[in-house]
């Protein structure tokens, strides 16, 4: 009952930067993590960013230096700020998030449908 929207997917060159949006509508009572993930064609989905209710961030080792994640809990919405693209970062980007319903206190664990990310000259 928790929809998760991606914005911000494009075809750049590399070296070029991207911000992409994740904005999470509901009867959402409270999010706990937000992450962004990524699949490639014939991989399986990876993590890319997480980042906790409390601020803490983790990276996977590929991205480090180069992603920021970041998110507005007032705005329900997490940020990836991607610098220095390579064409292996070439991937749909994906959006997750999970905590608790106004509904009782229910959790919940959402999914974007996702944002095309093309690194290329």
């Known amino acids: 009952q928790v929809q998760l929207v991606e914005s911000g997917g494009g075809l750049v060159q590399p070296g070029g930067s991207l911000r992409l949006s994740c904005a999470a509508s509901?009867?959402?009572?409270?999010?706990?993590?937000m992450g962004w993930y990524r699949q490639a064609p014939g991989k399986e989905r990876e993590v890319v960013a997480g980042?906790?209710?409390?601020?803490?961030?983790n990276y996977a080792d590929s991205v480090k230096g180069r992603f920021t994640i970041s998110r507005d809990n007032a705005k329900n919405t997490v940020y990836l700020q991607m610098n220095s693209l390579k064409p292996e970062d070439t991937a749909v980007y994906y959006c997750?998030?999970?905590?608790?319903?106004?509904?009782?206190?229910?959790?919940?664990?959402?999914w974007g449908q996702g944002t095309q990310v093309t690194v290329s000259s």
């Open positions: 997750n998030a999970d905590g608790f319903l106004s509904d009782f206190y229910r959790r919940f664990d959402s």
């Open positions: 509901g009867r959402i009572f409270r999010i706990n993590a």
């Open positions: 980042i906790t209710s409390g601020g803490s961030t």
